[in-house]
């Protein structure tokens, strides 16, 4: 047994005009196709089907046989759900309506995806997002697998897949509020490595941390893992350790009460890159166009807050808190 087919939906096209008209040279006109070539295509689909459809009247045109008229019914309807797929296909691939499957890298989501989801609903009302909040790695899983078109990641966790850029984000450390070490101006990451360092327990975070500390040619300090930001945030105004971090807070207090505070870093350190990625060989369709705008427009959407990021492909310099909703922590380590 084999899946392939060997005729094709044109041979049943030009069969079931030839069938209705009764006439293969005046079918031929209606199709915009030979005569010769219309009667070829009917001949090799009678050889692919294994019956013969047509009675061959020459000058008085054609007539079905009575497997031709059994399967007359069987094309047509045929016919039908493939044009059905088509304009179907064609709705999905020019309209804004509809499901679309999107991935938030967990740290992002609680601070972006409200506001992406208000920001979507008010231009797009028949857009219907579909959210999977997950680590880096089992994003791009999401993305090769087609359970998601996009996921908002950064640049450094998109691995192989096509990266559509946002925004640049310096990285900057968070300290307790009361550590003195907060209080003398700009570190090095030297300086913080007599410490622990707190980070999200994700394996392509941590990866991400150990280079930053090899590049700038400083021992990776020991590691206090979570699974939480907020979480994350307490630990370290609790005087566990100090957290590298992307994105400003807007503000200062932890959920228990405790306060942290933003420390800006000496060195060549690069920015991490904010945007969404997509596998390099898909198209993407109009949903993901228009939820990109959206994500777009939600990262600048926020008051200007201490500390700056760039607009990726604007050329011009805007504060960290436009780049994205208000309390985002986007965490390092």
């Known amino acids: 047994m084999t899946d392939r087919l060997g005729f094709s939906l044109t041979q049943l096209r030009y069969f079931v005009v030839s069938a209705e008209i009764g006439n293969i040279s005046e079918a031929a006109e209606k199709l915009c196709a030979s005569q010769s070539t219309v009667s070829s ?22 007539s079905l046989t009575p497997s031709g008229r059994h ?42 995806l409200p506001l992406v989801h208000r920001l979507a609903g008010e231009r797009h009302g028949a857009l219907k997002l579909n959210l999977h909040e997950a680590s880096a790695d089992r994003l791009l899983e999401f993305l090769r697998d087609g359970r998601c078109e996009l996921a908002v990641t ?36 030297d300086e913080l490595a007599g410490r622990p360092l707190v980070a999200l327990n994700a394996p392509s975070v941590l990866r991400h941390a150990e ?4 590049r700038a040619g400083v021992r ?37 009460g405790g306060r942290v505070r933003e420390v800006e870093l000496l060195g060549d ?11 390099p060989d898909l198209a993407m369709s109009s949903r993901g166009r228009a939820f990109l ?19 990726v492909g604007t050329g011009r310099q805007v504060s960290a808190g436009r780049q994205v909703s208000a309390g985002q922590q986007v965490v390092v380590g």
């Open 293 to 311: 705008d959206v994500l777009r427009s939600a990262v600048g959407a926020r008051p200007a807050q201490v500390g700056t990021g760039r607009q």
């Open 220 to 256: 990776m300090p020991r590691v206090v893992t979570t699974t939480s930001i907020e979480t994350l945030r307490g630990l370290v105004a609790a005087g566990a350790g100090f957290a590298l971090m992307y994105q400003r807070g807007l503000t200062a207090t932890t959920l228990d």
């Open 71 to 112: 399967l007359l019914r069987e094309a047509r309807a045929l016919l039908g759900q493939a044009s059905s797929l088509k304009a179907q296909g064609d709705a999905l691939a020019g309209d804004t309506a509809g499901q679309l499957d999107v991935g938030f890298f967990f740290p992002i989501a609680p601070f972006l």
């Open 154 to 189: 950064y640049d450094f966790l998109a691995g192989d897949a096509r990266f559509h850029p946002l925004v640049d984000l310096p990285v900057h450390a968070l300290l307790a509020d009361d550590d003195p070490l907060g209080l003398v101006g700009p570190l090095s990451l």
């Open 269 to 279: 350190l690069p920015p991490a890159t904010l945007g969404a990625a997509m596998m």
């Open 211 to 214: 280079r930053m500390f090899s």
């Open 41 to 62: 295509a009917i001949m090799r689909l009678e050889r692919q089907l294994g019956v013969q459809l047509l009675l061959r009247h020459h000058a008085r045109g054609v």
